[in-house]
């Protein structure tokens, strides 16, 4: 890599050899017009659109060359925008508008060199592809599914996948349609079927989690990010598919090297705050959520209508047009005895259905129905909510909203009983909102274990006492806080942490902590180290030290499963000795 | 194994009617009890390709033409076991039917001169014996062990060879460029795939000589330092592929390739790679693609071939001729080629001499000949009653030489000037039958065929340029398609990616410069004056000229002329399907071609008066017409279709 020096447009710039002369024009923001170009992709020279005039070092005869392609030599003189370049432009526009003359990229650079009408004949008014080969380069070289690439010769050339079937090894990343200049080509999801709405999670594998994020940088997803996806199995490592946003970050902050980091605490005190799930709406297959992009959940709803979502906290439709109709259904996955719902009731949704009726009739001035069982108010100030809600023109239906059909003209058909008339009703609405169940999150099962904790029938984690003990569990030291333990509301939720945060600053102040004195002990003579009591010790109190059983008398209860369960006979429960229990069996039956 | 054998009797033609009487003539020979005697060689291309099948008995050179099964008996009888001439298979001299004995006396053979062709119709290509016994190897034997690498740059670059594949390249610059690059693999590669419709130069060579293109290449790998070779040979070549194939193991067997080739510590291999049927391959950066398995698609040239070529190796490609003349330039010296040829292209050139010539076929000569001598003496002259219009060279690439400037000596400079170029080496004779209009839509359709479609201008640029045409050529025509045109060949030439498209208006450009008048004959007047734009002639028989004589009404395909002995003859316009065969077959220039705006409901509306002089289409524009009526009031003057007349 040597420097270079070279004129461009009669101005002297400095560079070097390994760039080419669009890059350096680039950099100086000398604009030059390009259609097969991309920074990231190994330049083509298909579009034949960046073409400038070049005289070589030493020689005084021009001629012309692409710019993505010509290396930036030393004592070149470059004509960017003079007449011959013009003139190769303006053919090579008039050509690509008679190719593709609907595409309105091609028409503004056209126009920018005076083609306004496709200057041949037009064969097909549809074409949107110009056979830039960006898709095919992002594809192979990039992503490296190599799913796309051109076949056929000269004027029959076209691009697709192999004899342009549909093929499983499209990952359906979405690179070619972003870097395609010309829109000629869609993602569709197959499953969903009428597909075509803007994502109301993160667009790419690589997001800032939220604007309210701490810290605000970006994340990459590991289940998504084609890097990590394209797992080379002969090698057993990922591969080095992609990697664009290593390539762009100008902070070269990107690592992907970066591995978990496993940090080992001695703590006196855990809070569990794992907080809650949505239930999965589409168990229950008669709300038809999936099927049409305006069924959205409660929280789906409020990423719609944050600021800072991807509608900037407008309500729309999939299609982007404001809906006039909708519908709110309480209880979807709640108060119900299906299999696969639940029973309990979710607290939170009562309120958050009436917030959102508000949001809707405040921002689209939409007819909102409600669908709901009961309405419960129960909180400081929620009962007035809920009357200056009814104000507002919301129609609140009380009967359960059974059932949603997606009809063929896209609108959706909520259909339920209205308690009050006493009969069916149906309304055809733009978008429903369902108030979906909030459960314990999935691997709740993998933290119980972890922590020593139950669960109550409902699967949320299990309090020490329902009334008197909210923050504790029956494992020492470890508490609970906030929707772990159940479904509260934030005001709850506030008051349930600080408790716990509270017991916790007890604990840890104390310094000396009284405990039960019945607990058990392990007699390490007689201990073989078979490790049976460590199974079945439900507060997970003892240890392998040293190969045998040690038992933390801080965490034992004293409950006596481990007595009665080591073979050996070699743990003893305080005040509960084998001699203890006989002694009161004998005083026992001297009185019989 | 040494067999006395008195006489070889060299058959070539091999692709044509010679493998017809090939098994009869084995079986003849040995029925005569000949076969220790005679030896029948399957050889290479002699080059009277009108003439063929032709077969040489050799000694003492007797040179036989128009050979069939039947002759087969006669031929054995008179001339193998009695020595004596059979005068009716002879070689007739185009002018004056002279009957030539032998092959060396053929004045058409006299001003040629066959260097890299030399072996071709003389030696059985495969075997290598008889190319060492005529002096093969020789070369390699002398650069291996009595020069270095550098003297042997040296002594091409002396020499003044340039790359005969079209582009005229000084081969030893090429060379050097490729020794002095960095990298210590190199390459060196045989361009064999000659895609220019009507070129056959390199396949005889190939098929003929196979031996001839491998010594140069090993010579070459020598100079430039590169011990893997490649010949690209087209997959519509399967002779010249088992040729080479069979020639490069024999002469592995012989030492001549593999390990420490004639002691010298120097190993060269050499391996076929075959295309599969793109034009474009042959351009030399798409062939590298073609040969690492890729899509033949050319690449931006900025960097050489020479330094980053073949798997971004220095590579050295030449085109099959040009190796093949390197084993004469070692052994005869750099100062012999040098002496022959111009002072800007030096030695021979091999061209395909086809079209309307008496004596088409595979020649070879001295740069610096005219144009002029190639078609009158040797290729014996256009066929009797036509006049040469143009010459056409380099293929799709070229461009049409006018009759008027035959006289220019062939060499790469004069060529260019003149609007054409060398190119590989075909050579097209058009007489005035031939419609230049015509010619660069034909070369149009081609490259719109071959062309990768990787770059707008030439994909898209090629394809509309070929839309104008045909329409031109179909009488659809519109007042801006020739300004459009010309600006599409210089956006074509400029901006595209490649040769290919660079030299794709290269026929459009050339006959516009020639034959304007042609162009807007066919725009303005909707007239094709040569008759092959079908939709744009009408033909008539002209009754004072007209005999009755009723050659035209056998000619005519369509039953479509009338007319009684010895009476003037008429062509029924509406059945007629403007093939001209009646034009063709009329002795006494009694069919004109008119333009087509002249029939109006089946009849002829203007009667025309014909000119003097030898049958000449063009007719009767270029002279005056009486009695005429002509409802736009042209008066006098034939020129245009009558206004308001119906196509």
Sequence with gaps: ?592 | MADQHRADVLVSCLHGRAPEFIPALREEIERRGLAEEVKVVETGCRGFCSMGPVLTIAPPGTFYTGVTAADIPEIVEETLVKGRVVQKLLYKEPSGRKAVQRYDEISAFAKQQRIVLRNCGMIEPTSIEEYIAVGGYEALGKALTTMTPDAVIAEIKKSGLRGRGGAGFATGRKWEQTRQAHGDVKHVIANGDEGDPGAFMDRALMEGDPHSVIEGMIIGGFAVGASQGYIYVRDEYPLAVKNLGIAIARAKEFGLLGHDILGADFDFEIKIVRGAGAFVCGESSALMQSIEGKVGEPRAKHLHATERGLWDRPSCLNNVETWANVPHIINQGAEWFASIGTERSKGTKAFCLVGKVRNPGLIEVPMGISLKTIVNEIGGGPPRGRKIKAVQTGGPSGGCIPAEMLDIPVDYETLSEAGSMMGSGGMIVMDDRTCMVDISRYFLEFLKDESCGKCSTCREGVKRMLEILTNICDGTAKESDLPMLEALAKTVASSSLCGLGKSAPNPVLSTLRYFHKEYEQHIHDKYCASGVCRSLVAYVITEEKCKGCGLCVKACPQDGISGSLKQPHEIDQVKCIHCGACFDACKLDAVQIVPRAMVVDGKVQVPVITNEGPKRPGGPLDVPVRNVTTPGGNGGNGHGAPKGAKR
């Design chain 1, 1 to 592: 890599m040597t420097k270079t020096t070279l004129t461009i447009d009669g101005q002297l710039i400095q560079a070097d050899d390994s760039m080419t002369i669009l890059e350096v024009c680039r950099k100086n923001n000398i604009p030059i017009p390009t259609l097969c170009y991309h920074p990231v992709l190994e330049p083509y020279g298909a579009c034949r659109l960046c073409t400038v005039e070049v005289k070589q070092k030493g020689r005084n005869w021009s001629s012309l060359q692409t710019s993505c392609t010509h290396p930036a030599w030393d004592g070149l003189d470059v004509q960017t925008n003079s007449p011959e370049v013009r003139e190769a432009r303006k053919m090579v526009m008039g050509l690509m508008l008679s190719r593709t003359p609907n595409v309105p990229v091609i028409q503004e650079l056209a126009a920018e060199y005076g083609v306004t009408e496709p200057p041949f004949h037009v064969e097909d008014p549809n074409e949107k592809c110009i056979l830039c080969g960006l898709c095919v380069r992002v594809c192979n070289d990039m992503v490296q599914a190599h799913v796309l690439n051109f076949s056929g010769r000269g004027a029959d050339r076209k691009v697709g996948p192999p004899f342009m079937e549909k093929t499983r090894q499209c990952l359906g990343c979405g690179a070619c349609t972003i870097v395609c200049p010309t829109g000629a080509i869609d993602i569709v999801l197959e499953e969903a079927g009428v597909y075509a709405a803007k994502p109301l999670g993160p667009t790419s594998a690589i997001y800032v989690p939220s604007l309210q994020a701490v810290p605000r940088v970006p994340v990459i997803d590991t289940d998504s990010c084609i890097r990590f996806r394209q797992y080379d199995r002969s090698l057993g490592q990922i591969t080095d598919a992609c990697g664009a946003c290593q390539q762009l970050c100008e902070a070269h902050a990107i690592d992907f090297t970066q591995k978990d980091e496993i940090v080992e605490l001695n703590v006196g005190a855990i809070v569990v705050a794992t907080g809650f799930q949505m239930w999965d709406s589409s168990k229950l297959s008669q709300y038809s959520y999936g099927k049409s992009p305006n069924i959205i959940t409660g929280l789906e709803f409020e990423r719609l209508s944050n600021a800072g979502g991807p509608t900037l906290g407008q309500i729309l439709l999939a299609d982007g047009r404001k809906p006039e109709t909708v519908a709110i259904i309480h209880c979807v996955g709640s108060r119900d005895k299906n299999p696969n719902a639940h029973e309990y009731c979710s607290r939170i949704c009562c309120m958050y259905s009436l917030k959102h009726a508000h949001l809707v009739r405040d921002k689209t001035h939409a007819q909102v129905y409600e669908f709901y069982m009961d309405m419960r108010a129960f909180g400081k100030g929620y009962e007035e909510f809920y009357e200056r809600v009814q104000e507002e023109g919301v129609v609140m239906v009380r009967g359960r909203g059974a059932e949603v059909q997606v009809l063929p003209s896209g609108k959706l058909r909520v259909t339920g009983e209205d308690a009050n008339l006493g009969k069916l009703v149906a309304v055809d609405v733009d978008m429903v909102v369902l108030s979906s169940a909030i459960e314990a999150p999935a691997d709740a099962s993998k933290v119980s274990a972890l922590f020593g904790l139950s669960r109550t029938a409902d699967g949320w984690f299990a309090e020490s006492h329902p009334k008197l003990k909210p923050v504790e569990t029956n494992t020492d030291g470890v508490f609970l806080a906030g929707c772990a333990q159940g479904p509260k509301d934030v005001p709850d939720t506030v008051g349930h942490a600080g408790a716990a945060a509270a017991a916790v600053l007890g604990l840890l102040n104390r310094g000396e902590v009284t405990i039960s004195p019945a607990t058990a002990e392990v007699n390490r003579t007689r201990c073989v180290g078979c490790g049976d009591c460590l199974l079945v010790c439900p507060y997970t109190a003892i240890a392998r030290v040293d190969g045998k059983a040690q038992i933390n008398a801080a965490l034992c209860k004293g409950c006596g499963t481990c007595v009665a369960t080591c073979p050996s006979g070699a743990i003893e429960a305080w005040h509960f000795t084998d001699e203890q229990i006989i002694a009161q069996i004998e005083g026992v039956l001297e009185w019989a």
